[in-house]
């Protein structure tokens, strides 16, 4: 079965560009000009990816993706905004409401063909830590990928698919720093470009679900110019702090 694809976008020769490459590509293309008539659509036929832009009639595409994040029918579906607004207050704010990934016009059709495909990929399998024996412990910290979940310390942590991944590609690496190309690559599944916002507005989504304060982080640390890393108390650590706050 082809996967369906919802463009929501008020530019009809964009939108028709991009729908009749994506079929080219072997996707089903549904097509909404406005934010309401969108969401109506992606609760109607729930697509497998959505492409939406940013500045649409009736309701922006920021609202559109923060009402489908809160609808548990959508608040799967993977979400890539194509949008012309391009300053990084707009691709942060994109992110902060739900969006998985940011594209910003005028863009190539091979990129975006990319970017989908990654998405898709990503969304459409069982995460990568249920496929191979890799670490999904250490410390306070198991991933339980079947359910996109983390337990961290005695709490279950949800995480969205992008926090899980990201974290994992930290966890398979605890305690040594990972570049930002490395994440792009591994979590995102394209090649790097020189825009790390992405990496950091979801740096910071883990860190208030797992730093007890997430302006200075114990665990999930910025190592200036090289990357991030993961840093965990292992088991004996663990054993102390819980004795020492009984």
């Not at 249920?130 to 995480?159: C, D, M």
């Not at 200036?224 to 706050?245: D, F, I, M, R, W």
């Amino acid at each position: 079965m082809m996967p369906r694809i919802l463009v929501i976008d008020d530019d009809a020769a964009i939108a028709e560009l991009v729908a009749v490459n994506l079929e080219m590509a072997g996707y089903e293309v549904t097509q909404a000009e406005d934010g309401i008539k969108g969401q109506a659509l992606a609760i109607q036929l729930l697509p497998d990816l959505i492409l939406l832009d940013l500045m649409l009639p009736r309701v922006d595409g920021f609202t559109v993706c923060q009402r489908l994040r809160r609808d548990e029918r959508t608040a799967d579906i993977p979400v890539l905004m194509l949008t012309a607004l391009s300053q990084t207050q707009d691709k942060v704010e994109g992110f902060n409401s739900g969006a998985d990934d940011y594209l910003t016009k005028p863009f190539e059709l091979e990129e975006m063909l990319a970017r989908v495909r990654a998405l898709l990929r990503r969304t459409d399998r069982i995460p990568q830590a249920a496929k191979h024996s890799e670490i999904l412990n250490y410390g306070p910290l198991t991933l339980v990928p079947e359910r996109f979940e983390a337990v961290w310390y005695v709490q279950t942590v949800k995480l969205t698919h992008l926090e899980f991944e990201l974290l994992h590609c930290l966890l398979q690496r605890h305690g040594q720093t990972v570049s930002p190309s490395e994440i792009l690559k591994e979590v995102w599944g394209y090649d790097p470009d020189d825009d790390i916002e992405t990496i950091r507005v979801h740096i910071r989504h883990l860190r208030t679900k797992m730093e007890p304060d997430p302006r200075h982080p114990r665990y999930i640390k910025t190592v200036y110019g090289a990357g991030y890393c993961l840093e965990l108390p292992n088991n004996e650590q663990v054993a102390e702090e819980t004795k020492s706050s009984a």
